[in-house]
């Protein structure tokens, strides 16, 4: 499993790990029953403390998106797309509230902004 | 609750003085079992000495510091832990191998199988003398020298610096298989606030002696509320040893 960690970047190094499992979840790239790399092999991969991939797989645990089978790892739940489709959303909805509230302290009106959004969405395909 | 276990490092209101010059100002921290605790500041901040404080190299002004559940350094403890220095200390007419010897033969605990495996791994030079090796083959040799015997606590001092990318990458892989092992504490300083980042659980920001910073890696002031970007580790580090020096 290929993840990568920003170091530059302000978001705490557990919550990089839980937002790119969520992605790949949400994207479809893991799917329920997958099995993830072990706690130690994740953090030889990325060269980061065991203990902050073991705290980023308890918080995708808490979340319900992974579970721990008796001694022989984790795997990715069944109810997990779901689950990293909420959390998409989640994400993305908070995105838009910030470009939409600076938009708007230019004045921007809806319309505006729509058309600032069809343009971005073209040049993005 | 009578016999609890205490951390393995408790440090409270240390000082240490060099004649006029104050190198540890009044510093207070806890290291819980199991967890990484990074020390980061600019050269000069009093990193050295701090942990030299706590392994028993040197003696407090004032203050105490009580590690695995001891304040004054004996032997029994000193073979619990494990401790790279910067400076070298080995002695420099040794050959690797003859350290290594050396150390079996003080600790009752060594894994000759573990230093080995450790030596091949880092691509260790055994057979040179301590006087010939680089700086990254110095470090290898301490490494394998500090965790040999499977330590509870390892003190670790800018295990990283003067090393190549490569060599960085090795050294931070051997930590992380160590961490791993059940019960493991390691402490271990730098001026990379990167490598603090990827390794630490709890991040302590140390210049011109004093702790300006004290908190979980993801909010080094121990705020309780880590706000999205304000919490940084690099930018606490920076506006911390600016305000120091502006």
């Known amino acids: 499993m290929i993840l990568e960690i920003n170091s530059s970047s302000s978001t705490p190094i557990y919550l990089q790990i839980v937002e790119q499992i969520h992605r790949r979840i949400a994207r479809g790239a893991l799917t329920a029953e997958d099995p993830l790399p072990s706690v130690r092999q994740l953090a030889l991969e990325l060269t980061i403390n065991p203990n902050t991939v073991a705290r980023a797989y308890l918080e995708l645990e808490f979340q319900g998106v992974i579970y721990k089978r008796q001694a022989q790892g984790t795997y990715v739940s069944p109810g997990a797309g779901e689950a990293s489709r909420v959390e998409r959303d989640r994400m993305v909805a908070a995105l838009f509230a910030r470009a939409i509230s600076e938009a708007a302290s230019f004045g921007m009106t809806p319309e505006e902004i729509d058309g600032v959004y069809q343009k971005q969405w073209r040049a993005h395909r | 609750m009578e016999g609890a276990p205490v951390n393995p490092i408790e440090v409270l209101e240390l000082t240490r003085d060099f004649g006029a010059v104050r190198a540890v100002d009044g510093v207070t921290f806890d290291v819980r079992a199991g967890t990484v605790f990074g020390l980061l500041g600019p050269n000069g901040a009093g990193k050295s000495t701090l942990l030299k404080l706590l392994v028993g190299h040197l003696r407090p002004t004032s203050g105490s510091v009580v590690v695995l559940g001891q304040e004054s350094p004996r032997p029994e403890r000193w073979l619990r832990m494990g401790y790279v220095a910067q ?97 493991c504490t390691v402490v271990f300083s730098s001026h990379r606030v ?24 993801e909010d080094p002031r121990g705020a309780g509320c880590p706000e999205e970007g304000a919490g940084s580790l690099e930018r606490v580090y920076l506006e911390v040893t600016q305000r120091r020096t502006a």
């Open chain 2, 87 to 183: 400076s070298r200390h080995l002695p420099a007419w040794m050959t690797g191998e003859e350290c290594l010897a050396f150390a079996r033969s003080l600790r009752p605990r060594w894994d000759t199988a573990k230093a080995a495996r450790i030596a091949s791994r880092l691509d260790l030079t055994l057979k040179s003398r301590v006087g010939q090796l680089s700086r990254g083959q110095y470090v290898r040799l301490q490494l394998c020298l500090a965790l040999g015997h499977s330590p509870e606590l390892v003190v670790l001092d800018e295990p990283t610096s003067g090393l190549d990318p490569a060599g960085r990458r090795e050294v931070l892989s051997l930590l992380i298989e160590e961490i791993a092992r059940d019960g």
């Open chain 2, 194 to 217: 990167d490598d603090i980042e990827r390794m630490a659980d709890t991040v302590a920001i140390l210049n011109g002696g004093r702790l300006e910073a004290y908190g979980p890696a």
